[in-house]
T-cell receptor, first 114, second 112 residues
Framework: DAGVTQSPTHLIKTRGQQVTLRCSPK?????VSWYQQALGQGPQFIFQ???????QRGNFPDRFSGHQFPNYSSELNVNALLLGDSALYLC?????????????FGDGTRLSIL | DQQVKQNSPSLSVQEGRISILNCDYT??????FLWYKKYPAEGPTFLIS?????DKNEDGRFTVFLNKSAKHLSLHIVPSQPGDSAVYFC???????????FGDGTTLTVKP
């Protein structure tokens, strides 16, 4: 039973570029959330996708956008990259949208901005 | 304004003793609380949760206590094992576990 998978594992970009990160949820899960984890801090909620729609959003600018596909996989897009976007990006999956269920996390994508 | 705080960045305990990790929150709307464990180069792994209608939840060596009046929760690990050495995150949510607010974590080191 595959868990949450994220790709790529590492990525290096320069300021101003655009990046797309990918996530496949755990089998049986239909809800995907994205988090940004800066060094020494806890994960910060970016947004959540359920039924191919953005259901909730954290305090992140519009440069951060996402998409969920019919197979429940998801993408996180970041435009006009800033040095401060350097972080570990975590994808988490769960079942049922608003249900109170613990999330399963992937191992993350380490994004470095030069 | 950080709504979930873990005031101890690190904790070191001897194998076999009790580990107590603490977490404070400010948002009284939070009604679901979780603890996650994270090893280096891996994503967080769910450990244990508690709903605001309870004040205690146990799962094997792990017990979470919730004090709603003090807006405080704690995770007890008894007995502590070297394999428990990891970063522990406290998280809280309003209704949905999807939008969790995390603390900055406590690094637990269990010495053999």
């Amino acid at each position: 039973d595959a868990g949450v998978t994220q790709s790529p594992t590492h990525l290096i970009k320069t300021r101003g570029q655009q990046v797309t990160l990918r996530c496949s949820p755990k089998s049986g899960h239909d809800t995907v959330s994205w988090y940004q984890q800066a060094l020494g801090q806890g994960p910060q909620f970016i947004f959540q996708y359920y039924e191919e729609e953005e259901r909730q959003r954290g305090n992140f600018p519009d440069r951060f956008s996402g998409h969920q596909f019919p197979n429940y996989s998801s993408e996180l897009n970041v435009n006009a990259l800033l040095l401060g976007d350097s972080a570990l990006y975590l994808c988490a999956s769960s079942f049922g949208g608003y249900s109170n269920q613990p999330q399963h996390f992937g191992d993350g994508t380490r994004l470095s901005i030069l | 304004d950080q709504q979930v705080k873990q005031n101890s960045p690190s904790l070191s305990v001897q194998e076999g003793r009790i580990s107590i990790l603490n977490c404070d929150y400010t948002n009284s709307m939070f009604d679901y609380f979780l603890w996650y464990k994270k090893y280096p180069a891996e994503g967080p792994t769910f450990l244990i949760s508690i709903s605001s209608i309870k004040d205690k939840n146990e799962d094997g060596r792990f017990t979470v206590f919730l004090n709603k009046s003090a807006k405080h929760l704690s995770l007890h690990i008894v007995p502590s094992q070297p394999g428990d050495s990891a970063v522990y995150f406290c998280a809280a949510s309003v209704g949905s576990a999807g939008k969790s607010t995390f603390g900055d974590g406590t690094t637990l080191t269990v010495k053999p």
